[in-house]
């Protein structure tokens, strides 16, 4: 009786510990599978449009109700803007971006495209 | 003892290590995330906010409520467009030698701040440049719009202009909170320093909202409060005004408690027969400056730091050079047009290493 008892305690550790682990290696992998899928992330005024894996090579006209448009170049793991009506000209004059954080933005159009789960960059913000 | 036994000791230090390591991880609740949040569409711009908390609901309640405050002065400060039941800056220029208009204290410390900025640049910041200023917005407009088409604004109508830009005639009258221009030719601009200003106005509200430690970037405007989680200091890229090169910064900074902001030729300009005019206008010369691709100023105050980052953009650089060190708690750096870099000696203190 005595001996059963401990048997069952034993037994009750044993699965508690492989539980543990099994969850503890299941989080860790997926976590790491996650940090290095770069996505540009496309929202216009706010509101998402779309998300472009950086790993995939792509070219997407965002076009805007009035005819405007900014075209979005995913090349080399880095997303571009390559092309676009606004007057202004900064969003296509921004260079290519790949990092966690980093974004393009055409005021003109509110169109952003911003990097989410990107490599990690070592800035905060950036002054220009 | 025998071995089951042994087995036995060792599986219940095992639980109990578990329930401490279950405890210890519960008793750090709240646990403080790194959160991020943007929004569009006040000061014309994208705002960055960088901040910890203990729940992404919590953030984006106190994003929103930056976003509101944020909304409020570039109401007030907009020389542009009206607001229902506010009177802002356009109301004031709107009643230029009509009449005074009440206004918000919010907009009387700006101009008080702007009439301090004025004495301490020698005239370099001067928000009563609206008449000289509202010509090169007009002509820059028209020349992005129609760049085949592009002008220069005539110097004859600039030199006209030039004579309503005396800042000393603007009328404030505390007590009756009312700001008045006697002229109906003069209008103010507050360009050059009001997004800063209401970058720190912002911060100190960030503060009383209960965040302590939180990054503002309001369209490359800068401000730190606090530092970052981990004790360390935030960091800061200064982008290269080069758009061509592979180097997307030329300096990286490191701040805590301080604001860095930047003025620039390369972003905000417009192209007349090859040549490219920037969006700051030197008040002396009534034309873009030409000295540098950019400047960045780093200070205590967003305010000073946006104002004096224009000011120092239109000073030739052993003047600027000169200015910033006559000001303690202030260094700059500079971008020569050629890519060469100078910097204030306290300046390197923050670089980051």
Same mark, same amino acid.
């Given at each position: 009786?005595?001996?059963?008892?401990?048997?069952?305690?034993?037994?009750?550790?044993?699965?508690?510990?492989?539980?543990?682990?099994?969850?503890?290696?299941?989080?860790?992998?997926?976590?790491?599978?996650?940090?290095?899928?770069?996505?540009?992330?496309?929202?216009?005024?706010? #509101?998402?449009?779309?998300?472009?894996?950086?790993?995939?090579?792509?070219?997407?006209?965002?076009?805007?109700?009035?005819?405007?448009?900014?075209?979005?170049?995913?090349?080399?793991?880095?997303?571009?803007?390559?092309?676009?009506?606004?007057?202004?000209?900064? !969003?296509?004059?921004?260079?290519?971006?790949?990092?966690?954080?980093?974004?393009?933005?055409?005021? &003109?159009?509110?169109?952003?495209?911003?990097?989410?789960?990107?490599?990690?960059?070592?800035?905060?913000?950036?002054?220009? | 003892?025998?071995?089951?036994?042994?087995?036995?000791?060792?599986?219940?230090?095992?639980?109990?290590?578990?329930?401490?390591?279950?405890?210890?991880?519960?008793?750090?609740?709240?646990?403080?995330?790194?959160? $991020?949040?943007?929004?569009?569409?006040?000061?014309?711009?994208?705002?960055?906010?960088?901040?910890?908390?203990?729940?992404?609901?919590?953030?984006?309640?106190?994003?929103?409520?930056?976003?509101?405050?944020?909304?409020?002065?570039?109401?007030?400060?907009?020389?542009?467009?009206?607001?229902?039941?506010?009177?802002?800056?356009?109301?004031?220029?709107?009643?230029?030698?009509?009449? &005074?208009?009440?206004?918000?204290?919010?907009?009387?410390?700006?101009?008080?701040?702007?009439?301090?900025?004025?004495?301490?640049?020698?005239?370099?910041?001067?928000?009563?440049?609206?008449?000289?200023?509202?010509?090169?917005?007009?002509?820059?407009?028209?020349?992005?719009?129609?760049?085949?088409?592009?002008?220069?604004?005539?110097?004859?109508?600039?030199?006209?202009?030039?004579?309503?830009?005396?800042?000393?005639?603007?009328?404030?009258?505390?007590?009756?909170?009312?700001?008045?221009?006697?002229?109906?030719?003069?209008?103010?601009?507050?360009?050059?320093?009001?997004?800063?200003?209401?970058?720190?106005?912002?911060?100190?509200?960030?503060?009383?909202?209960?965040?302590?430690?939180?990054?503002?970037?309001?369209?490359?405007?800068? !401000?730190?409060?606090?530092?970052?989680?981990?004790?360390?200091?935030?960091?800061?890229?200064?982008?290269?005004?080069?758009?061509?090169?592979?180097?997307?910064? #030329?300096?990286?900074?490191?701040?805590?408690?301080?604001? #860095?902001?930047?003025?620039?030729?390369?972003?905000?300009?417009? #192209?007349?027969?090859?040549?490219?005019? !920037?969006?700051?206008?030197?008040?002396?010369?009534?034309?873009?400056?030409?000295?540098?691709?950019?400047?960045?100023?780093?200070?205590?105050?967003?305010?000073?730091?946006?104002?004096?980052?224009?000011?120092?953009?239109?000073?030739?650089?052993?003047?600027?050079?000169?200015?910033?060190?006559?000001?303690?708690?202030?260094?700059?750096?500079?971008?020569?047009?050629?890519? $060469?870099?100078?910097?204030?000696?306290?300046?390197?203190?923050?670089?980051?290493?």
């Amino acid at each position: 009786m005595e001996e059963n008892k401990k048997k069952n305690d034993l037994i009750l550790i044993g699965v508690l510990l492989v539980v543990a682990l099994a969850a503890y290696f299941c989080m860790s992998f997926f976590q790491g599978a996650n940090t290095k899928n770069g996505v540009a992330v496309v929202k216009i005024d706010d #509101v998402e449009y779309g998300r472009f894996p950086l790993v995939v090579d792509t070219e997407e006209r965002i076009e805007l109700p009035d005819g405007s448009y900014n075209l979005l170049v995913i090349q080399d793991g880095k997303a571009d803007v390559t092309e676009a009506s606004c007057p202004d000209g900064i !969003c296509v004059n921004h260079r290519a971006i790949s990092k966690q954080g980093q974004s393009i933005v055409c005021l &003109p159009n509110k169109v952003v495209v911003e990097i989410e789960n990107g490599e990690e960059s070592d800035l905060d913000a950036v002054t220009n | 003892m025998n071995r089951k036994k042994q087995i036995g000791v060792v599986g219940v230090i095992f639980l109990l290590l578990l329930v401490v390591a279950v405890i210890y991880n519960s008793k750090k609740e709240p646990e403080l995330s790194r959160y $991020t949040a943007s929004f569009l569409d006040v000061f014309d711009t994208k705002t960055d906010v960088i901040g910890y908390s203990t729940d992404e609901e919590a953030f984006t309640e106190q994003v929103s409520l930056l976003k509101d405050k944020l909304a409020y002065y570039n109401d007030l400060y907009d020389i542009y467009n009206d607001y229902e039941g506010i009177n802002n800056i356009k109301t004031i220029n709107d009643n230029a030698g009509i009449a &005074p208009v009440e206004v918000n204290r919010d907009i009387i410390d700006l101009l008080l701040f702007s009439k301090e900025m004025y004495e301490k640049t020698n005239g370099q910041i001067n928000i009563a440049m609206g008449s000289v200023l509202s010509i090169w917005h007009d002509y820059r407009d028209a020349g992005i719009d129609d760049p085949e088409n592009a002008k220069l604004p005539p110097m004859e109508d600039l030199q006209a202009a030039s004579a309503y830009m005396d800042i000393n005639q603007i009328i404030i009258d505390e007590e009756a909170s009312t700001v008045y221009l006697p002229d109906a030719h003069m209008s103010i601009d507050v360009g050059s320093i009001g997004k800063g200003y209401a970058v720190q106005k912002l911060a100190e509200y960030a503060k009383e909202i209960g965040m302590k430690q939180v990054l503002l970037s309001v369209g490359g405007n800068v !401000c730190a409060v606090g530092k970052k989680l981990d004790g360390s200091d935030w960091r800061i890229g200064i982008q290269n005004p080069d758009m061509k090169s592979d180097e997307a910064y #030329v300096e990286k900074v490191d701040i805590s408690d301080a604001c #860095v902001v930047t003025s620039g030729n390369y972003q905000r300009y417009y #192209v007349v027969d090859g040549e490219r005019y !920037c969006h700051i206008i030197d008040g002396d010369t009534l034309m873009p400056a030409d000295y540098f691709a950019s400047v960045s100023i780093l200070a205590k105050d967003s305010g000073m730091a946006d104002a004096l980052s224009t000011a120092v953009f239109n000073m030739p650089y052993e003047e600027g050079l000169a200015f910033v060190n006559g000001i303690d708690g202030v260094e700059a750096l500079w971008v020569m047009n050629d890519g $060469t870099i100078y910097h204030t000696d306290g300046f390197a203190n923050y670089i980051a290493d």
